[in-house]
Every structure is written in structure tokens, then in C-alpha cells.
């Protein structure tokens, strides 16, 4: 059973940068395709970016160029880098993994996934 942990979510003012962090245990991250997703009030779940060792990194049109997506394989750990941050990129932000390749953006496909880390953008 995989458990992730996210961190690193909080307030800043359009423009800020925040870098989320997830923790996994119970899976190496290097076999598997790790994710966000964001969901914002009101709003349907949304992938945000996505990396598989040995594939390439995935990423939504509307954090493309601002977002970065990265791992450390040592740590089992992924990030998610994120700049100019915008207002309506305010969301509780989740790390999900799956085993499978494929698809990247559909939240459906992961069976695991963290409790959330929110990002308030003002």
C-alpha cells in the first residue's frame, strides 16, 4: 500500500512561488508515474503535471512555463515547483500515484493519493 504526504502549501500574493513536496512510502517513486491534481471549490479535479522515470515530465496548459515538476528518486520524494503563481491557480493540490504508464491527467487512474496540501493565491 503506497501512502504519500504532501507539504509545503500556504498563502502568497499573485507573483509568489511555493514548492510542494511529496513524501511516498510503500512504493519506490522511480517505477511508478507520480502526479498532481488540483481541485478548487466548485470545480472538477484538475491534473496539473506529471513525471515517470525513464518517460518525461507532463504538464497542463495552464501552468505550462510556470510549474516544474522534478523527483529525487533518493528521497522518494516529488515536487512540484510552482511560479507567477496566479489567482486562480488557488486549489487543495494533491500528489497521486499509480503504477501504470499511460494517461496522465485523469485522477480516476491513480489508486493512491495524498491528503492535500491547499495553495491560497491573492
Known amino acids: 500500500h503506497v501512502q504519500l504526504v504532501e507539504s509545503g502549501g500556504g498563502s502568497v500574493q499573485a507573483g509568489g512561488s511555493l514548492r510542494l513536496s511529496c513524501i511516498a512510502s510503500?512504493?519506490?517513486?522511480?517505477?511508478?508515474?507520480m502526479a498532481w491534481f488540483r481541485q478548487a471549490p466548485g470545480l472538477e479535479r484538475e491534473g496539473v503535471a506529471a513525471?515517470?522515470?525513464?518517460?518525461?515530465?507532463f504538464y497542463a496548459d495552464s501552468v505550462k512555463g510556470r510549474f516544474t515538476i522534478s523527483q529525487d528518486n533518493a528521497k522518494n520524494t516529488v515536487y512540484l515547483q510552482t511560479n507567477s503563481l496566479k489567482p486562480e491557480d488557488t486549489a487543495m493540490y494533491y500528489c497521486?500515484?499509480?503504477?501504470?504508464?499511460?494517461?496522465?491527467?485523469?485522477?480516476?487512474?491513480?489508486?493512491?493519493r495524498g491528503q492535500g496540501t491547499q495553495v491560497t493565491v491573492s
Open positions: 510503500g512504493d519506490t517513486i522511480s517505477r511508478t508515474t
Open positions: 513525471i515517470r522515470s525513464g518517460v518525461g515530465v
Open positions: 497521486a500515484s499509480k503504477a501504470a504508464c499511460g494517461i496522465w491527467y485523469r485522477g480516476d487512474l491513480y489508486p493512491y
